[in-house]
């Protein structure tokens, strides 16, 4: 069975989205050198992507490593976005999906780390858009439980994790954040982000 539900996930990264305005697509977000639209067209990419590594629909979805380009947005963005994200918590809901190995970013996995690697993408890329955008954002304790066991270097699957830079190229080296701080904080920071970026003023 399933070892966790994406459901609440999908549908909060579907709500900022739902928010982010044509004037707000050229803002910069933590992503370095990464404005809002190629924030989001990375979305659509690795929603696509681990829909299909769900469905074990391999080929070029899930072949092509994530740096390979720039990703930008096409006309039918909001809906083809919308579309993933449902599509993605559908195919992880099937307990086949959690089976065997899979495919991601053109590297073969385990399907519970490929799992594991999508929720975390949605909740640091999650935190990136919220924060680029001027929202507020609240991921579940459970959500953000399974990005801190994947990214702390203590974490059974880190290994997994670092053997596969497809996980997610924009990643970056740890920033240091104190142990007593908030989960979220913890994580943002593992993920090589300072959880204290702000947009800069215009």
């Known amino acids: 069975m399933p070892s966790f ?13 739902d928010r982010v305005t044509e004037a707000q697509l050229d803002l910069p977000t933590p992503c370095p050198e990464l404005p809002v639209r190629n924030l989001l067209g990375h979305l659509v990419g690795l929603t696509a992507a681990f829909r299909d590594a769900a469905r074990k629909d391999l080929g070029p979805t899930t072949d092509t490593p994530p740096g390979d380009t720039v990703p930008d947005l096409g006309p039918a963005w909001r809906g083809d976005l919308s579309k993933n994200l449902q599509e993605l918590a559908e195919a992880w809901q099937a307990p086949e999906a959690w089976e065997g190995f899979t495919r991601a970013g053109g590297v ?6 490929a799992a594991q690697v999508a929720m975390d993408e949605l909740v640091v890329h999650g935190w990136d858009l919220a924060r680029a955008t001027g929202q507020e954002y609240a991921p579940g304790e459970a959500e953000l439980q399974v990005s801190y066991a994947l990214l702390s270097p203590d974490a059974d699957d880190r290994s997994a994790l670092s053997e596969q830079e497809a996980a997610d190229s924009i990643f970056g080296p740890p ?23 702000a947009a800069p003023r215009r």
């Open 5 to 17: 539900d994406f459901t609440a996930q999908t549908r909060l990264v579907a709500r900022l989205a």
């Open 175 to 197: 920033v240091p954040v104190p142990p007593s701080a908030p989960l979220l904080d913890r994580v943002i920071g593992l993920s090589g982000r300072d959880p204290h970026w």
């Open 108 to 113: 073969d996995l385990p399907a519970e780390v």
